[in-house]
DNA sequence: AGATATAATGAGAATGATAATCATTCGCTC
DNA sequence: GAGCGAATGATTATCATTCTCATTATATCT
């Protein structure tokens, strides 16, 4: 069986994927936390042939469909996720640990938000900043 | 005159400011877009004599003190910003054009937050992606 | 002030992620 | 199955960011 394929769908009608396309596609729904190209590049290597290249450009293609986002890693790295997973983050300034929030605080302020703006959102990234409580502790020595 | 100085200062009580960290500081509070550390470095040369790593180091560590923030630019660079300005964008996934948010929506959120996690935020990053209704047209031809 | 310890700076080299090349292969239509 | 544009991959080129280390500024103490 050929099996699962976290069927290729968004607000955005997008073309259809090439097997490459879908593959990182679906590589990045397996994965519970966000991925870097260079990551992903290696966990699909696993599976198949596949080229560094395609990766990326695969990664390009599918944000610019509205598939995925991506982030700023603490690394300087772009970690990519789908989508659907509406999740955010408390990111410490110090250690660079994140801390997924429960929920998205937002989804109804973008449902207000979209009516009164001439722009279609796909959708939104939002992060808070600070320091964790063991460093912000640290701090004040 | 030496003049303005946009009075380091924040919610973060943080250490003082050499003399090139505040001229990092203020060059950033000198623009009204986000500028990247190459831009800066650019834009500071030409009135005194500083050094790239200068530039970054200094960009870092006024990261960590929360007094600025970074986020991705189109072409993969960081672009950075004061904390003070919050500002949020809708980016177009097809031309990359940022039309800007005319005030934050979760200034307030964020009040609200705060108390209920075990962690001091110093800032948050926001934007919303999608189609700038000129693109979006364009789309379904 | 002079001596000393510590942190900041800068020129340049090293790193590493991402983009560009270009020859080859794939997917489709006729 | 020939024709053709898009996709792929091995490789190289870019270029933002980090690292090294010698030099210099700043703070502290006598
Ligand atoms: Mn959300
Ligand atoms: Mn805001
Ligand atoms: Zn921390
Ligand atoms: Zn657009």
Redesign the pocket.
Known sequence: MKSDSPSQESATHSPRL????QAVFDGLHQQAAAL???ELYSLLRQRQ??????V???L?TLKLHGLIKSRMGAN???LYSPVVSDQHYLTCLQCGQSFPLDHCPIQELENHLQPSVPFKIYYHTLEFFGLCTPCADTKGT
Not at 49 to 54: K, P, V
């Open positions: 090439t097997r490459h396309q870097s190209a260079q042939a596949i080229g560094l290249a395609t990326y450009r695969a390009e300087g790295e772009a």
